[in-house]
Every structure is written in C-alpha cells, then in structure tokens.
C-alpha cells in the first residue's frame, strides 16, 4: 500500500523521502538533547503575541469556507498535511520534476502545530546520514529558498549549545565534534569558563563542560513553509488550502495487493496511486482512513520566548 508516513516537524526530511522519491520518480516524464538555543528579538517591545491564527487547536471548529482552488480530478501524489512536513515533502517533489503533486490542508498553511514551533535546526547528530541531511536542510532554509522565491524564510545564524552536566555527556559530544570536523562543521567543546564568556547569564557551576556550534540557528516555521510552498507552486505543484480530507479509497490489485487509488475530500475526490501522510498529530486517524496503523504519539514540548535581554546576546569566542 502506497501509504507513505512522515513524522511531524523534523527538519532532517530528506531520509523519510528517499523512499518516496524513487517511486515518484518513475511518474517523471522522460528526458533527547539537552541543548540552549542563543537567540534574542529586536530592541522593541512586543504587546501580543506574534502568531498568525487567533485559534488554537483546541477552539478549532467546523470548516467555514471551501477550498482555496478546484480539485483536480487526478494526481500522481497527494501530500497530506500543510505543515512543515508536507510543505518540505511537496517542495522535494517539485524540485525533482515530480509536477503533478497536490498538498491538502484541513485549514491553512501551518495552522496544526507547525506555526508555534520553536523553528530549532541544529547540524551535528551521532549518524553521519543525519549529519549531511541536516546540512542539505540548512542549505535550503538559509539559501536556497531566498534565491528562488526572493522571500526570507526568518533563518538566524545564532549558534547553538549542548549542554554537558556529566563526563560521559561530554565525551559523547567530543565524539560529535570529531564528527563534524569530517564534514566541514564548525564547532568547540567548551569548557565552563569558556561558557559563561560565551553566555554570560548561564550557571556553570554544574556543568563538565559544552559543545558549541556557531552555525546553527532558527526559522521562522510559518515563513519557511510559506517559501516551500511558494517555490513548489513556481514549478507547477498545487496547494490547497481549507479542504479536509475525509477518506481514503484503498483497491486490492490483481495480486491481491491493497493499494491506495484515491483521496476523498469533502470537496470533491482525487484519483491518485500515492498518498503522503504528513498530518502530523492527526496521522493516525489519516492512517485509519486507509486502514494502516501510524505508531505515532504526540508529545508535549516547552520552550520560552522573551523579549530582548541585556547579557545574553550572541557573543564570539576570543
């Protein structure tokens, strides 16, 4: 079954689409880190909150207004999902020469949880196919979409820290660093003094030691899906926006193999032999639709934004 599931807000996609891009390719026409983030917002002030949806998911209600555009009567891939998954996997196709690709979102562009995301990308993991996934991922973030679509994706190079509070944490990061260095990847282990001249508000009375990687940074997550799918769209992919799918049509071929051979909407069917399920906390009921269980579990995360604070601005190593 034509199914294909991605977990939600990962910015390391590409492995997760590897599998799909060999098949998609054959519809082309010929020819737990414990880790501190430095960033700080401009000097002004911010009253409200700078999110760009009034309701969150517990107030969603009954969709109000139709699609965004006409349902086409076939695709060769349907892309479930508006969020950061589903606008990276629709731009990946694109990109490929994979045009005749639709995005499906419930509501709009980021409206799940994408849009509240902390937008983190860091480069260096233990596998070494992470390690250059993370590094194509940065690539299309910090430069890549600007210079297709002349639209800023809200990247800002302000470096990273992993945080070592034991020996063996540190080891472990010693050894990421040596991978990095294989790699072209900037980074120092440092030590607690080193730490605290680097960010000058951090209590290092309990730490080993830190790794630090100058080059990691953050996005904006609804900016950056917004570029994805701008760019998707410049090469012919379609995203739809305020259609919920409702269904999945599953056909046992003559094999006896089931596979997927349509997306229901409540506007209208699509007649597609490839599904992506990018729905992200809803994967599973979209699996269900298809009769697939998604071993999938949303979790909770915190994070903090503040205002701009005197003493922890980025600073440099001297």
């Not at 892309?79 to 419930?106: D, F, I, P, W």
């Not at 960010?199 to 990687?213: E, R």
């Not at 998707?232 to 006896?256: F, H, K, S, Y």
């Amino acid at each position: 079954m034509d199914l294909f599931l991605l977990p939600l807000q990962c910015p390391v996609i590409m492995a997760s689409l590897r599998r799909l891009l060999q098949i998609a390719s054959s519809l082309q026409p010929p020819a737990s880190r414990q880790r501190i983030q430095l960033f700080s917002s401009g000097p002004s002030q911010t009253l409200e909150k700078n999110v760009p949806y009034q309701k969150t998911l517990k107030e969603s209600g009954p969709q109000t207004k139709g699609p965004s555009q006409a349902l086409p009567a076939s695709a060769d891939v349907v892309v479930v999902g508006g969020g950061s998954m589903g606008c990276q996997t629709v731009y990946h196709l694109a990109k490929t020469g994979v045009t005749n690709v639709v995005l499906l979102e419930r509501d709009r562009l980021t409206s799940g949880t994408t849009w509240h995301t902390a937008g983190l990308l860091w480069q260096l993991r233990p596998s070494d196919v992470e390690v250059e996934l993370l590094a194509h991922t940065r690539n299309v973030v910090s430069r890549d979409l600007e210079q297709e679509t002349g639209l800023h994706t809200g990247w800002i190079q302000n470096g990273g820290l992993f945080i070592a509070s034991n020996k063996q944490r540190l080891d472990e990061y010693k050894r990421l660093m040596s991978l990095g260095k294989v790699y072209g990847i900037e980074s120092y282990v440092l030590s607690p003094g080193e730490t605290k001249s680097l960010y000058p508000l951090m209590n290092v009375d309990d730490l080993y030691g830190t790794l630090y990687v100058p080059k990691d940074g953050t996005m904006d997550p609804a900016g950056t899906c917004t570029t994805l799918a701008r760019a998707a769209m410049a090469r012919g992919a379609l995203v739809i926006e305020n259609c919920p799918v409702t269904g999945v049509e599953v056909r046992t071929d003559d094999l006896g193999i089931q596979r997927v051979a349509a997306v229901v909407t409540s506007h209208g069917t699509i007649q597609t032999p490839c599904v992506v399920n990018c729905a992200g906390v809803w994967a599973q009921a979209l699996g269900k639709m298809a009769g697939v269980n998604v071993p999938l579990v949303a979790m909770h995360h915190a994070y903090v934004v503040t205002e701009r604070i005197e003493g922890i601005q980025v600073s440099t190593l001297s």
